[in-house]
């Protein structure tokens, strides 16, 4: 284990803001980071911790330790009739594991291919995509207290999971890391298709006889002709989450907008997509130097080259101005502001 200093993070978040961190160490096991966590030159610094940098904004220099979590290991716990248990280290890229799955035919995550990240960053905010969250396979979770650096098991109830939320984002924000994931997978698949175009490309695909591997490959698909390759144009994939509103909010968009889409919550809410609102409020496409929004999903916000987090920063509070303006509906970003 190696602490460097003044290290560019710029290989290390996928939006590729050239930002620098005082201090930075890769942790690649519970007991490098615990000695880290414990260690008396970094107490009372700031700490950020980093999995795949896929859902951060870096909007100025950090100068504190940037804590790199690198435990690996897919782990086969127990099995039944019905069901595997993986146990899963939180450094490993979430769509590794999604192709470990789909290749030895463990049904559950097959809605979430290709989604950037880690494992560990997976739980924080309920990974979800296509009809599909991560608490619907997540089984518990190991974390180490920063303070003390004891470690923790939360189980699925007291992960507080909700739409793109955990307890990780607010009752304990920044007192924990992420170490393992244990996950309970499913040996008789349950298809969820009806969401977005995962139908219409397993059609397209001459898919007649449905498998998680052909659901797999259709999202995929999907996401590739949508949503641009961080290595070529930077990015953290959706910027904002889809709203959800009351009804009756939405019945009276519904007279001003009859194209407006929606998804069912619940018998009060409903689920309008950003990228939509967004679209509709002019600016899909438009670039502002060095950024912009994509051309194909207005979700995406994208750095062509040397753009600078407070430029998208501000840029996304723009966004959310026009559209609480011309909508009366507020967007909530899924990135973090570092």
């Not at 309970?184 to 995962?198: F, M, Q, R, S």
Request: proline share 4%; hydrophobic share 40%; charged share 25%.
């Amino acid at each position: 284990m190696t602490i460097q200093t003044n290290v560019s993070l710029k290989p290390y978040n996928t939006f590729g803001i050239d930002a620098t961190a005082k201090y930075f160490v890769e942790v690649s096991s519970i007991e490098q980071l615990q000695a880290i966590l414990q260690n008396p030159e970094f107490q009372g610094i700031e700490r950020l911790i980093l999995g795949g940098g896929s859902n951060l904004l870096l909007t100025k220099d950090f100068d504190g330790v940037v804590i790199k979590i690198a435990v690996k290991g897919i782990e086969k716990l127990k099995e039944d009739d019905q069901h595997i248990w993986l146990k899963v280290g939180a450094g490993e890229v979430w769509h590794d594991l999604v192709l470990y799955c789909v290749n030895r035919n463990y049904a559950g995550i097959e809605n979430l291919s290709l989604i950037p990240g880690t494992v560990g960053a997976a739980p924080m905010q309920n990974i979800g995509a296509y009809g599909v969250e991560i608490k619907e396979v997540f089984e518990s979770l190991e974390a180490i207290e920063i303070k003390t650096g004891k470690s923790r098991i939360f189980t699925k109830d007291e992960c507080q999971f909700g739409y793109r939320e955990s307890i990780f984002k607010h009752a304990v924000k920044g007192e924990y890391v992420i170490v393992n994931v244990n996950f309970k997978l499913n040996k008789t698949p349950v298809y969820h298709i009806e969401y977005g175009a995962i139908k219409d490309t397993l059609k397209e695909m001459g898919v007649d006889q449905l498998s998680i591997k052909a659901i797999s490959d259709a999202v995929i698909s999907i996401r590739h002709s949508k949503l641009p390759n961080p290595a070529e144009i930077g990015n953290a994939g959706s910027f904002f989450k889809n709203p959800e509103i009351p009804k009756a909010q939405f019945d009276v968009l519904k007279e001003q907008f009859p194209a407006i889409p929606s998804y069912p919550v619940n018998e009060q809410m409903v689920k309008v997509p950003a990228g939509w609102l967004i679209e509709q409020a002019g600016w899909k496409g438009q670039r502002f130097g060095n950024i912009g929004v994509h051309a194909k999903q207005a979700l995406v916000l994208v750095n062509f080259g040397d753009g600078k987090g407070n430029e998208i920063k501000e840029l996304s509070q723009k966004i959310q101005d026009s559209i609480k303006e011309k909508f009366g509906i507020q967007l909530h970003a899924e990135v973090n502001f570092i």
